[in-house]
Structure formats: C-alpha cells, structure tokens
C-alpha cells in the first residue's frame, strides 16, 4: 500500500505542477518525477520478493509474466502525447513516466528468472497470491475452475468474492497439478479440474 500511495503521490505531483500550477517544467524537475516515479514502481515489483507468508503449500514462480494491460496503457498515453496532444513538447517526458511500470515488470522478468520467488501460499482454506496488490480467497467458497487454453490461465469462481486468474506457463507442471488436488480438496461444491486443461 506504501508504494502505492508514494506512485499516486508523484503523479499527483505531476498534474498539480503541470495543470494546476501552470508550471513549465524545468529538465531537473522532469528527471525528479520520472526517477521516481520508476523508482517506486521497481520497488513496489521488487518487495515482493522478500514477502512470505506462513503456509502449509507453497509455490514458486519460474518467470514472471509482463502484463500487456500495463505495455497497452504505456502504448496508448505515449500514441496520445505524440500524435494528439497539443502540449506535445511540454508533456513528451510523461511517456517516460507511463512506461515506469512496464519498465519495472521488464528488469523483474530477469529477476524473477534468476531467484525464482514463492508467489503462491495456502494456509488452512486460504489460498494467497503474491502480487502487486496481494489476493487472498477462501478456498471453501471456490465454485468453479475453469482453463482459458489461449492466455493459459486458471480461473477460479469464488460465492462472494471476483473469480482470481492464475498463469499456469508461470509454475512447474508437477506443482500446477498438486495445487489442482488441493483446491478441489478443500473446496465444499463439486469442483473438478477442467476438461481442457492440457498442462505442459
């Protein structure tokens, strides 16, 4: 939450500057807010390497995956400034600032290569999700697994909660399917692995 609130923080910098303010950027100002507008993302990416939490099955993550949501956003702000915005040149440093996060998934994709952290926990009924903003779900409630072949993705259904979606291409085979066994172990509906999930 502290990285997130320090991201909203420095845009929020950069809008009261530069819309409110009326602020013509100087070069050192527009190095500040890009700096640390990456530098708080690549650490919010960068703990949760050292997170952990106390748990009776745990995961690894053999990559990470690099959202194309964020690469589409980075895509989008940066077509906009440059071929729509008539502040172009005041405000040509921002795509520098919309590319911080996808920058940051970029080096962590390397990262993640190398040290190869738990991302994945199940205490008790609880499953866990290490991530940018951590996920956790009550296993009893699970509804429904389901396996999208295209983006190879678990989805899970959950009674009260949104349905959560797990990158299989980001975990072993052997661990994928232990964490099947358990999910429709602990769940209290009929729940069973989908008919066209093909691990690989």
Not at 12 to 35: D, P, R
Not at 125 to 148: A, F, H, P, S
Not at 157 to 165: A, C, G, L, Q, W
């Amino acid at each position: 939450m502290k990285y997130f609130i320090a991201f909203l923080l420095s845009l929020i910098g950069v809008f009261v500057f530069g819309t409110i303010l009326k602020t013509e950027y100087s070069l050192v100002l527009k190095i500040v807010f890009t700096s640390l507008t990456f530098i708080v993302a690549f650490l919010w990416e960068y703990s949760l390497l050292n997170k952990t939490f106390d748990s009776d099955f745990k995961i690894r993550s053999q990559k990470k995956t690099i959202s194309l949501y964020d690469f589409g956003m980075g895509i989008f702000w940066t077509l906009y400034i440059l071929l729509l915005s008539d502040n172009r040149e005041t405000l040509s440093y921002l795509i520098f600032v919309f590319w911080a996060i996808p920058f940051s998934e970029f080096i962590m994709w390397f990262i993640y290569r190398k040290q190869k952290p738990y991302t994945l926990f199940i205490k008790g009924n609880e499953l866990i999700l290490n991530r940018r903003w951590i996920v956790k779900r009550n296993l009893t409630e699970l509804t429904q697994i389901q396996y999208d072949r295209f983006n190879k993705n678990l989805k899970l259904d959950f009674k009260t909660k949104r349905e959560i979606s797990i990158k299989t291409t980001e975990y072993k085979t052997d661990e994928i399917h232990k964490l099947l066994e358990i999910l429709i172990e602990k769940s209290e509906n009929n729940v069973f692995v989908p008919n066209n999930y093909e691990p690989k």
